[in-house]
């Protein structure tokens, strides 16, 4: 079935320090989501990406969409207590499709 | 004005029950969405409605009825609440079917369902 696989599952670092993750799947994506999730709210977009090699940029966040179409990563930097949450990664899986969601990464951040 | 908004945002309920949550948008997107958020956080794509058709439906059991009065609105019916059912229900909304120009889709709160 469909799948993206999301690495690591959990990360507790130290505020300050960089973050990283990211998203592999079987199959070619044509686009890469990063969304992020509070506790207690529904995701939100982050950062989208709609070419294969693109870096893009959202603040202390870079993402990139790699070239082979099949993975992204997150880069976080001089993390802060308030990035606490479960980021996930999100593509379609084909055509007009909605999207479907990696397992998360949940990230703690100790103060 | 919140621009997806869900009610309730909490359900507690006995097993065999039927119970609704309602869902409404007010950024005049085309596209609503059912999502299941289980205990382990996975979020899994139930439903799919586009000017008011569903587009897909994905293997989610019968006793799941999306209902869409208008593209505004996309409720989900439960009938026969079994225990299984306890996870966290985001409604999402989209300007075009699937993704559209920003592959943004904006959630919901969610509404977390309790099956005792």
């Known amino acids: 079935g469909q799948q993206l696989n999301q690495s690591p599952q959990s990360m507790f670092i130290q505020e300050g320090e960089d973050v990283s993750m990211n998203c592999t799947s079987s199959s070619i994506f044509n686009t890469w989501l990063w969304y992020k999730q509070d506790p207690g709210e529904g995701p939100v977009l982050l950062i989208a990406?709609?070419?294969?090699?693109e870096l893009t940029s959202n603040g202390r966040l870079t993402a990139q969409f790699g070239i082979t179409r099949k993975d992204s990563f997150l880069n976080i930097s001089a993390s802060i207590p308030s990035d606490v949450g479960i980021y996930f990664c999100a593509g379609p899986w084909g055509g007009n499709t909605p999207l479907v969601f990696g397992k998360g990464t949940r990230l703690s951040v100790i103060a | 004005d919140t621009a997806v908004s869900q009610t309730p945002k909490y359900l507690v309920t006995q097993m065999g029950n039927d119970k609704s949550i309602k869902c409404e948008q007010n950024l005049g997107h085309d596209t609503m969405y059912w999502y299941k958020q289980d205990s382990k956080k996975f979020l899994k794509i139930m439903f799919s409605?586009?000017?008011?058709?569903?587009?897909i439906n994905e293997t989610v059991p019968n006793r799941f009825s999306p209902k869409s009065p208008d593209k505004a609105h996309l409720n989900l019916h439960i009938n026969s609440l079994e225990l299984g059912d306890s996870a966290v229900y985001f409604c999402a909304s989209s300007q075009d079917v699937g993704l559209g120009d920003t592959g943004e889709l904006f959630f919901g709160e969610g509404s977390r369902l309790t099956v005792l």
């Open positions: 990406l709609y070419k294969a090699g």
């Open positions: 409605y586009n000017n008011k058709e569903l587009i």
